[in-house]
Each structure stands twice: as structure tokens, then as C-alpha cells.
Nanobody, 123 residues
Framework: QVQLVESGGGLVQAGGSLRLSCAASGRTFTGAMGWFRQAPGKEREVVAAISWIGGNIYYTDSVKGRFTISRDNAKSTVDLQMNSLKPEDTAVYYC?????????????????WGQGTQVTVSS
């Protein structure tokens, strides 16, 4: 079993930055990881994902050039640096971990989920 704990959410003005962190604990973990978000009334969507080795990375179009995903396998952590935030980035952000090593962007490929952290961007 793998437990994921997110931190770093909060309230920020448009144009500001936040850094989300996710720490995985439990059994030895060697899978892909991702950040998803869900806004009220909308489906959960992938924001960014990274393979186990870190060579393959995916960003949804709306965050390209603004967000950066990174991971430290020695520490079992994955971070999401969010710059130039926009009000439409407001959502609950979830860290997720997959059992597969390859890059995955569908929520169905992810087995473990964090509790979520709220990100609110004011205009």
C-alpha cells in the first residue's frame, strides 16, 4: 500500500505562484506519478504526469509553459511548480501514483490518490 500526502495549496492572486508537493510513503514505489485537478461541476483532469525514470513528461495544454512537474525518487516525492496562475486554475489538486512505470495520463491508470489540496486563484 502507498500513502500520498499533498501540501502547498492555498490562495494566491492571479499571476502568482504556488508549489505543490506530494510525499509517498509505504512500500517501495516505482511507478509513474501525476497531478490531477477537479473544479466544481467538472470532471477530474490530468494537469501533469511524469514517468518513473522522469524522462517522459506530459502537460495538459492549458498549463504548458506555466507549470513544471518534477520528482525525486530517492525521497519518493513529486512536486508541481505553478507559475503565472490564472483564476481558471482554481480547483482541488490531487497527487496520484500508478503501479506502472510508463507515463500515464488517464485517472483510470492510477491506483493511489492523495486527499487533495485546494488551490484558489483570485482575479
Amino acid at each position: 500500500q502507498v500513502q500520498l500526502v499533498e501540501s502547498g495549496g492555498g490562495l494566491v492572486q492571479a499571476g502568482g505562484s504556488l508549489r505543490l508537493s506530494c510525499a509517498a510513503s509505504g512500500r517501495t514505489f516505482t511507478g509513474a506519478m501525476g497531478w490531477f485537478r477537479q473544479a466544481p461541476g467538472k470532471e477530474r483532469e490530468v494537469v501533469a504526469a511524469i514517468s518513473w525514470i522522469g524522462g517522459n513528461i506530459y502537460y495538459t495544454d492549458s498549463v504548458k509553459g506555466r507549470f513544471t512537474i518534477s520528482r525525486d525518487n530517492a525521497k519518493s516525492t513529486v512536486d508541481l511548480q505553478m507559475n503565472s496562475l490564472k483564476p481558471e486554475d482554481t480547483a482541488v489538486y490531487y497527487c496520484a501514483a500508478a503501479r506502472i512505470a510508463n507515463l500515464a495520463t488517464s485517472p483510470d491508470r492510477y491506483t493511489y490518490w492523495g486527499q487533495g489540496t485546494q488551490v484558489t486563484v483570485s482575479s
